[in-house]
C-alpha cells in the first residue's frame, strides 16, 4: 500500500475540461490495476470542474494519526468549499468545509489550506465540494489505513480498490440546480451514473483465488444506490469509517455520502463478471435515473477485451428499485464487531421530523417561478424549519466573534405540532417556515435524536448527515416513533457507529452521540437536492473548560466573508 506523503499536498480546482490537467499533485496513487475503457461515453463537451485535472479528483490515502495539510487553490469560477466527510475535525471546525456553516467560500482566485489531523479512525471516507452543486464532479477517495505497526482487524486482502459511485449530467450541474431553483420545481435528473468516473465497463483485474478490498463510496448526489457484483458475494466488514462484524450478501445499499468496505474473493471460474451499481428509490412517483453503470472484474487468466478479444460478462442481480424489505435486512446486520460505549444517560432528547414542504407561491413570484405541485415551490425542513444558509458571515464565524442577525439559536427539540407523521397528512400542514436556527449543546452532553420522516408530498428514505460526529445507529423501524413501545428495540450493545444514516421511508431512527467537539456542525440531508431545499440545520457544541474542550482559533488564511 502507498502512503501519502505527508506534508503540503495541493488540491488545484480546475474550471476546464476533464482531459487538462496542468498541475501534478504531491500525492501518490494507489495502485490497483483500474484501467478505463468506457463503451458508453460520457458527454464530455460540457466544461468540467475538476481536481487536479481528474474525475474523480486523488485519492488521499493517510494513516490514523496522520496530520493532513492540504492547499486548495481555486481556479473555478465559482466560489468552493471542499469537507472532509466523516473527518471528526476534533476542534478544528475551521477545516471541515461547508459553505457559511465553518467558513466562507474560497472565491475564484483564492485559496485556503485546510489543516487536521485525524483521531481515532480509520476505513474509507472521502472528500467534496460543499457548495451549491460543485460536489457532482469535485470529490474522491479519502483512505484512512490503520497507525504504523497495527492492521486490519481481518486477514490482510491481495488488494484494494476505491470503488467511487457518481451521478453525472450531461449539462453543468450548476446550471441544473440554478434552473430548479429559479423555477421552484424539481431538478432535472441525471443522464447516467458513474463507477470512479465512467458510465461503464471500467476494469478491475483480480486472480483466482484472491481477496480483494473493494471501498465502496457513494459519491452520488440524489440517488440511493445498490451495488453488487454477479456470482460474488460480498463480506461487509466496515461502514462509514468504523468496522463491522464481518457478515455476507449478494447485494448492499448506499445512500449519498454512506461508504461500505467489503471483502471480494476470486473464487468463481475465471471469467468476467459485471460490478454494477442501479437505484434504490423509495419515493412513490417522484422520477428518477433508473441507469445501471457498470465495471468489470476480471480473472486475469479470463480473456480480455482490452486485449482485444470479446466478452460477455455477466450481470448481477438487483432487487426491485424499490425493494425496502432488502434495504431494512442489510442494514440490521450492520453490528459493531464488539461492545460499544453507547450513552445512556441521555442530556438532550431530539425529536427531528425530516421531509418535504411546499412554499405557497410568493405574491411577487410569477407562475414559471411555481412549477412544483399545483403551483407552488419545492422546500424541505426539520421540524418544520427550511434551513437557509446565511450568505456575509458563516455560523462559525459569528459565533466565534459575537456577530449578532445571522443566526438564531431556537431550532425546536420536537415538532411545533404533532400529527401522524407517516399518515395522510393534512395540506395545511405542508408549509415550512424558513430559518437559519441552530440547536446550543452544552460540551459533554448526551444527545440522543429520533429522525423521524413524514410522508408530505411523499416518504422517502433520506441519508442524514452529521458533521464534526460519528453516531451510534440503535434502532429503526416503520411508522411514527413510539416511545411508548419502540425503545425495547434499542440496541445498546454494539449498534453500528456511522455518519450517515438512512431514515426509512415513512419511518424512524434513533441515534445517539456524545457531545464532546465544540464548533458548529450541520446536519442534512445528503440527497442534495433536498439540501437545496433546506433539509439541514446546525447543532451549536459549545467550549467546555480548558483548551482541550475549546474550539482552536481561527487559520490566519480563513477565507474573508
Ligand atoms: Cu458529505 Cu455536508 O456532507
Same mark, same amino acid.
Given at each position: ?10 488540491? +488545484? ?8 490537467? =496542468? ?29 487536479? %485535472? ?62 487536521? =489531523? ?117 463480506? +461487509? ?9 464481518p457478515f455476507t450478501t449478494s447485494v448492499i445499499m448506499l445512500g449519498p455520502g454512506q461508504t461500505t468496505d467489503v471483502l471480494i474473493t476470486g473464487d468463481q ?21 433508473? &441507469? ?60 427531528? &421530523? ?12 410569477? =407562475? ?39 443566526? =438564531? &439559536? ?24 424558513? %430559518? ?15 429522525l423521524q420522516d413524514t410522508s408530505i408530498v411523499s416518504g422517502e428514505n433520506h441519508p442524514i448527515h452529521i458533521h464534526g460526529y460519528n453516531f451510534y445507529v ?25 455518519? &450517515? ?7 424512524w431512527a434513533v441515534i445517539r452521540f456524545l457531545a464532546d467537539n465544540p464548533g458548529v456542525w450541520i446536519m442534512h440531508c445528503h440527497l442534495d437536492v433536498h ?31
Amino acid at each position: 500500500m502507498k502512503v501519502l506523503k505527508k506534508g503540503l499536498m495541493h488540491l +488545484v480546482i480546475l474550471f476546464a475540461s476533464i482531459m487538462v490537467s =496542468t498541475v501534478v499533485a504531491k500525492i501518490q496513487y494507489h495502485d490497483f490495476v483500474v484501467q478505463a475503457t468506457p463503451v458508453k461515453r460520457l458527454c464530455r463537451t460540457r466544461s468540467t470542474i475538476t481536481v487536479n %485535472g481528474q474525475y474523480p479528483g486523488p485519492t488521499l490515502e493517510v494513516n490514523d494519526g496522520d496530520t493532513l495539510v492540504i492547499s486548495v487553490v481555486n481556479r473555478a469560477r465559482y466560489n468552493l468549499t471542499i469537507h472532509w466527510h466523516g473527518i471528526r475535525q476534533m476542534r478544528t471546525g475551521w477545516a471541515d468545509g461547508p459553505e457559511f456553516i465553518t467558513q466562507c467560500p474560497i472565491r475564484p482566485g483564492g485559496s485556503y489550506t485546510y489543516r487536521f =489531523t485525524i483521531e481515532g479512525q480509520e476505513g474509507t471516507l472521502w472528500w467534496h465540494a460543499h457548495s451549491s452543486w460543485l460536489r457532482a464532479t469535485v470529490y474522491g477517495a479519502l483512505i484512512i489505513y490503520p497507525r504504523e505497526g497495527s492492521t486490519y482487524p481481518f486477514a490482510e486482502p491481495k488488494r484494494e480498490t476505491p470503488i467511487l459511485l457518481g451521478e453525472w449530467w450531461n449539462a453543468n450541474p450548476i446550471d441544473v440546480v440554478n434552473m430548479a431553483t429559479q423555477i421552484g420545481g424539481a431538478p432535472n435528473v441525471s443522464d447516467a451514473f458513474t463507477i470512479n468516473g465512467q458510465p461503464g465497463d471500467l476494469y478491475s483485474c483480480s486472480s483466482s483465488g484472491e481477496t480483494n478490498l473493494l471501498r465502496v463510496i457513494n459519491a452520488a448526489m440524489n440517488q440511493e444506490l445498490f451495488f453488487a457484483v454477479a456470482k460474488h458475494q460480498l463480506t +461487509v466488514v466496515g461502514a462509514d469509517a468504523s468496522y463491522l462484524k464481518p457478515f455476507t450478501t449478494s447485494v448492499i445499499m448506499l445512500g449519498p455520502g454512506q461508504t461500505t468496505d467489503v471483502l471480494i474473493t476470486g473464487d468463481q471460474s475465471p471469467a468476467q463478471y459485471y460490478m454494477a451499481a442501479r437505484p434504490y428509490q423509495s419515493a412513490q412517483g417522484a422520477p428518477f435515473d433508473n &441507469t445501471t453503470t457498470t465495471a468489470i472484474l476480471d480473472y486475469i487468466s479470463a480473456p480480455c477485451p482490452s486485449r482485444g478479444m470479446p466478452s460477455t460478462p455477466i450481470m448481477p442481480t438487483f432487487p426491485a428499485f424499490n425493494d425496502t424489505a432488502t434495504v431494512i435486512a442489510f442494514t440490521q446486520n450492520l453490528r459493531s464487531p464488539n461492545n460499544v460505549p453507547v450513552p445512556t444517560d441521555i442530556d438532550e432528547s431530539l425529536f427531528i &421530523t425530516i421531509g418535504l414542504g411546499l412554499f405557497n407561491c410568493p405574491p411577487n413570484f410569477s =407562475t414559471n417561478q411555481c412549477q412544483g405541485p399545483n403551483g407552488t415551490r419545492f422546500a424541505s425542513s426539520m421540524n418544520n424549519v427550511s434551513f437557509i444558509l446565511p450568505s456575509s458571515y458563516s455560523i462559525l464565524q459569528a459565533y466565534h466573534q459575537g456577530i449578532p442577525g445571522v443566526f =438564531t &439559536t431556537d431550532f425546536p427539540a420536537v415538532p411545533p405540532v404533532q400529527f401522524d407523521y407517516t399518515g395522510n397528512v393534512s395540506q395545511s400542514l405542508w408549509q415550512p417556515v424558513p %430559518g437559519t436556527k441552530v440547536y446550543k449543546l452544552e460540551y459533554g452532553s448526551n444527545v440522543q435524536l429520533v429522525l423521524q420522516d413524514t410522508s408530505i408530498v411523499s416518504g422517502e428514505n433520506h441519508p442524514i448527515h452529521i458533521h464534526g460526529y460519528n453516531f451510534y445507529v440503535i434502532a429503526e423501524g416503520f411508522g411514527n416513533f413510539d416511545s411508548a413501545t419502540d425503545t425495547v428495540k434499542f440496541n445498546l450493545v454494539d449498534p453500528p457507529m456511522r455518519n &450517515t444514516v438512512g431514515v426509512p421511508v415513512n419511518g424512524w431512527a434513533v441515534i445517539r452521540f456524545l457531545a464532546d467537539n465544540p464548533g458548529v456542525w450541520i446536519m442534512h440531508c445528503h440527497l442534495d437536492v433536498h439540501n437545496t431545499w433546506g433539509l439541514a440545520m446546525a447543532f451549536l457544541v459549545e467550549n467546555g473548560s480548558g483548551e482541550l474542550q475549546s474550539l482552536e482559533s481561527p487559520p490566519v488564511d480563513l477565507p474573508p466573508c
